[in-house]
C-alpha cells in the first residue's frame, strides 16, 4: 500500500539556505549577446541554479514532490566577499591596482567589496515606470474583512496574540487601484469639439496614490509592462531556466511598514522565486498539509492544493495548524535576499515590526532624505515559474487524451464525456476524486512536463525538430502517461472501458507531440514579450525619455500602440488562443473557429465553449467615447483589464474595469479571457 502523505521534511533542513550565485561564463555570454549589462548575467546565473536544484530534485517521471524552499541571503554573500576581498588586499601590498579589485565576468576590473544585489529596483524605478508609461495596478486583501476572534475560537500564546491580530478571514482577492488624488483643473482639456474631457495624462496612476495604498499594491506582469528595468530581468529568468518552465510571469509587489497582514496564508500554482529589492518583508512558509481528524483537508476534500486561501477556501495560519502544516520558514527578508517556494507551498507575508531593533537605514537602497513612508515600504519582485497556469502536467494531457478519444474517466464526478461547458479549470483543477489518490500517484499526476516540452534547444520551425532524441522522449514521456492512467483506474477499481474504448499507447504519443508543440509555442511568445518590451526601450533611449512624457496628449494610434497597455495585451492574447488551441483539441468535434467581421470593423472570435465565473480576470473592449458618453471616431477604443462580478442567466455578463466603473450586460465578444495571470504573492 503506498502511503497516503509524504514524509514530513525536517524543519531545520540543513539546506535552507543556500549559497549566493556565482556567475557564470555562460550568463556573462548571454548577456553581451543580448547587449545587457552584468547586472542581468547575475539574474541569469541566479535562474541556471534554480533550474539545476529542480531538475536534481525532479524524478525520472517528472515529479517535484521533494523540492523544498531554500533561502540566499544577500549579507551571508557579503560578509564572504568582503572577507575575500580583505585577503586579496592583504596578499597584494605591493600592486595598488589589484587592491579591493575584483573582475566583473566581463574582462572590466571594478572594486567590490560587497556582493552584488541579484536584481535591483527601488521606489525611484517605479516611480521612473510610473512617469514613462501608462501602469495599472491592484491591491490584494481577503475577500472577508471579518476577523477571528482567536480567544474564543483557539488556544493562543502571546506572540500568536501579536501576530495573529485583526488577521482577515477569507479568500484573497484583488481590487482595482485608483487615485486618491483629485484630478487638477488644469489637466483638462478642449477638442475642437469644445466637449471637456480628462486628458489621457490626468488619467494615469499616481505614485502618492501607490505608496499610501492601505494593502500591498500588485503590478502584475510588470517584467512585460516596466521594459526598462524588469524586461530584461524576465528574460534573463526564462533563458536562465533553459526549459523548465514554459514561461515566466514578473509581478511587483509595494506594501507599507507594519501591516499585520499584506498577504494571507495561501498556495500557488507556480514555482515562485522572490527576490527582495527594498525595504524588510516576514515571510513564513509551511509544509502542504498532512490532515487532521478535525478538519478536511486538501487529499479528502473539496480544496484545489494549488489554490488554497483563493476564491472560497478560507485560509488562515490557526486553520494551517489544525491541518498539521509543519512550519519550514520564518524569516525577515531584507534587500538582497532571494527565497525560492515550491507550489502548493502555503506562506503568508507581514511586515509587522520588521525593522525593530534594526538600524533601517543600512538595508534600504533610498536615500536617507527620502519620505519616511516610500524608505521604509517593502518592494519585492515574484517570479512565477509557470507549468500548471499553461496545463503542463500529466494531469491535464491525461484528461484530454481521454475526451479526445471519448474514453471514461473514473476521476470525473460528472461523468459527462461530451460536456460543451469544459474549461481550463475542469483539466487542470486538482479537486474531488484525484486528491484521494495514493500520494505518489497524487504526485505524478501534478507533475510538469515543462523540461520534457519546452526544451530551448528545439525549433518548431526547423525540419529536424523531431530528432531520434526528441522522439525517444515523446515515447518515455507517453509510456509514463499510460502508466498513470492504468493505475488511476486501478486506484479507482474502474477497468477503463472495453479493449476498444481505452488509452492506448499510440493515444499518448499524440498527445505528447501536441503538448509539445504548443508548450514551445507558449515559451516562444514570453520571449517575443520580453523581446518586444527591450527594443521599446532602445527606441525611448534614442528618443530621450519616458514615452508617456513624450507622447502627452497626443495619443494617435502609432504613439498609443507603443505604450505597455496596448502593447503587451497583444502577447496575452496570443497565449489565450494557445490554451483554447490546447483545450480544443481534446474535443473530436470542435475546431478553432475563425474571425468574423463586425459592424465597427473589428475582427472578433465567436466565443469558444469557456465559461467565465465570478471573480475571472479578462479583458472589456471599451470604445473610444467623448465626455458625453458618445461614442467618438477619434478617441482610441481599447481592452481594459477588469474582473467578472457576476455571471448573468441571460447570458450576459456584469463587470468591474481597472478604474472601478461597473460595466452590466456585457456580451462574451466582448470579453477576452479568462486570462492564466496567476496571482502569487
Known amino acids: 500500500m503506498l502511503p497516503t502523505h509524504p514524509p514530513p521534511p525536517h524543519q531545520n533542513d540543513p539546506n535552507l539556505f543556500q549559497p549566493y550565485p556565482r556567475l557564470h561564463s555562460e550568463s556573462v555570454g548571454w548577456a553581451r549577446q543580448h547587449t545587457l549589462d552584468e ?70 576590473r571594478k572594486t567590490r567589496s560587497t556582493a552584488p544585489s541579484i536584481i535591483e529596483f527601488t521606489s525611484d524605478d517605479l516611480k521612473s515606470a510610473l512617469a514613462s508609461d501608462y501602469l495599472n495596478a491592484c491591491t490584494g486583501r481577503s475577500r472577508d474583512t471579518n476577523t477571528i476572534d482567536h480567544d474564543s475560537n483557539h488556544s493562543r500564546t502571546n506572540e ?34 469644445q466637449q471637456e474631457e480628462y486628458s489621457f495624462q490626468s488619467q494615469r496612476l499616481h505614485w502618492h496614490s501607490v505608496v499610501n495604498a492601505p494593502h500591498t499594491v500588485v503590478f502584475n506582469s510588470a517584467g512585460a509592462h516596466i521594459s526598462s528595468q524588469l524586461a530584461p530581468t524576465s528574460l534573463a529568468a526564462l533563458h536562465g531556466l533553459n526549459g523548465v518552465a514554459a514561461g515566466v510571469c514578473l509581478n511587483v509587489y509595494l506594501t507599507k511598514a507594519d501591516l499585520h497582514q499584506s498577504a494571507p496564508p495561501h498556495t500557488d ?6 527576490v527582495q529589492t527594498q525595504g524588510r518583508k516576514r515571510w513564513r512558509v509551511y509544509a502542504p498539509s498532512q490532515g487532521s481528524t478535525t478538519t478536511a483537508t486538501p487529499q479528502h476534500g473539496h480544496f484545489d492544493p494549488f489554490c488554497r486561501g483563493k476564491g472560497d477556501d478560507a485560509l488562515s495560519v490557526q486553520v494551517l495548524r489544525d491541518e498539521n502544516a509543519e512550519l519550514l520558514v520564518d524569516i525577515i527578508l531584507v ?15 507581514d511586515t509587522l515590526k520588521c525593522y525593530a ?36 502536467n500529466f494531469m491535464s494531457m491525461r484528461v484530454l487524451a481521454l475526451r479526445r478519444w471519448g474514453i471514461h474517466d473514473c476521476l470525473n464526478t460528472n461523468n459527462d464525456q461530451d460536456s460543451t461547458t469544459d474549461t481550463d479549470r475542469a483539466m487542470n483543477t486538482c479537486t474531488g476524486k484525484v486528491n484521494q489518490l495514493s500520494y505518489e500517484l497524487r504526485e505524478g499526476l501534478f507533475s510538469s512536463l515543462d523540461n520534457y516540452v519546452c526544451d530551448s534547444d528545439s525549433d518548431d520551425d526547423d525540419d529536424d525538430t523531431w530528432t531520434l532524441e526528441n522522439m525517444a522522449r515523446t515515447w518515455m514521456i507517453a509510456n509514463d502517461l499510460l502508466a498513470l492512467h492504468d493505475q488511476t483506474n486501478v486506484e479507482c477499481d474502474d477497468r477503463g472501458g472495453t479493449e476498444n474504448n481505452s488509452l492506448t499507447l499510440d493515444h499518448c504519443v499524440e498527445a505528447v ?76 468535434r470542435q475546431v478553432l ?14 466565443p469558444l465553449p469557456i465559461i467565465l465565473l465570478s471573480g475571472d480576470h479578462v479583458e472589456i473592449y471599451v470604445p473610444g467615447m467623448d465626455a458625453g458618453g458618445n461614442v467618438h471616431n477619434g478617441i482610441q477604443s481599447t ?25 452590466e450586460g456585457v456580451a462574451r465578444h466582448d470579453i477576452k479571457g479568462p486570462h492564466g495571470l496567476g496571482l502569487f504573492l
Open 269 to 274: 500554482k507556480q514555482d515562485v522565486v522572490v
Open 639 to 663: 481592452w481594459s483589464s477588469a474582473n467578472i462580478v457576476k455571471v448573468r442567466s441571460d447570458g450576459l455578463y456584469n463587470l468591474v474595469t481597472f478604474d472601478g466603473a461597473v460595466q
Open 39 to 108: 547586472r542581468h548575467a547575475w539574474t541569469h546565473s541566479l535562474f541556471l541554479d534554480v533550474a539545476s536544484y529542480l531538475r536534481s530534485h525532479t524524478t525520472p517521471k517528472g515529479s517535484r514532490a521533494t523540492c523544498l524552499p531554500f533561502v540566499i541571503q544577500h549579507k551571508a554573500a557579503t560578509a564572504t566577499a568582503t572577507a575575500t576581498t580583505a585577503s586579496r588586499s592583504t596578499n597584494n601590498n605591493n600592486n595598488n591596482h589589484a587592491t579591493d579589485a575584483a573582475a566583473d565576468g566581463c574582462g572590466n
Open 160 to 193: 500568536d496574540e501579536d501576530e495573529n491580530k485583526n488577521e482577515p478571514y477569507g479568500g484573497w482577492r484583488m481590487d482595482t487601484l485608483t487615485n486618491t488624488q483629485k484630478i487638477n483643473p488644469s489637466d483638462r482639456i478642449r477638442r475642437p469639439q
Open 593 to 606: 473557429p475563425k474571425n468574423l467581421p463586425t459592424g465597427d470593423g473589428r475582427l472578433i472570435r465567436p
Open 513 to 588: 507531440i501536441h503538448f509539445q508543440t504548443i508548450g514551445r509555442k507558449i515559451k516562444q511568445c514570453h520571449e517575443d514579450m520580453y523581446h518586444a518590451a527591450l527594443e521599446e526601450e532602445q527606441k525611448r533611449t534614442v528618443e530621450g525619455g519616458g514615452w508617456a512624457i513624450n507622447v502627452r496628449d497626443v495619443m494617435v494610434k502609432e504613439r498609443a500602440d507603443r505604450l505597455s497597455i496596448f502593447r503587451v495585451p497583444v502577447f496575452f492574447e496570443r497565449l489565450d488562443l494557445l490554451r483554447d488551441e490546447l483545450r480544443v483539441w481534446g474535443n473530436r
Open 357 to 392: 531593533n534594526a538600524d533601517d537605514k543600512k538595508d534600504n537602497n533610498t536615500d536617507d532624505d527620502d519620505d519616511e513612508v516610500q524608505r521604509k515600504s517593502s518592494i519585492h519582485l515574484t517570479i512565477g515559474l509557470d507549468t500548471h497556469i499553461y496545463n503542463m
Open 335 to 349: 534587500a538582497g535576499d532571494v527565497l525560492f517556494i515550491p507550489a502548493r507551498f502555503p506562506h503568508t507575508t
